[in-house]
C-alpha cells in the first residue's frame, strides 16, 4: 500500500511502514541523517517504532555533532 507523505517541504509516496524503513528507502544511513514527523524529532533509536500514515510530514536534516 502506497501513501502520500510530505518530505522537506516537496509532496513524495512510500510504501515505507515505518520512518526507519523509509529512510533506508531513500538510500540514507541511520547515523547520516536527523529526522522529524509532524514537526516532532525523532530519535534514531525510536524510528523503528514510528509508524507513517497518509498526510504525515517528514523533515530530515544533518545531525550536529560536537560539542
Known sequence: ??????????????????LAQWVEQQGQSQQAVA?????????RALRATQALADGDTIVTFQPIEGG
Do not use: C, E, K
Open 1 to 18: 500500500m502506497t501513501i502520500a507523505v510530505t518530505v522537506n517541504g516537496a509532496p513524495h509516496t512510500t510504501t515505507a511502514r515505518t
Open 35 to 43: 529526522t522529524a514527523l509532524n514537526s516532532q524529532f525523532v530519535p
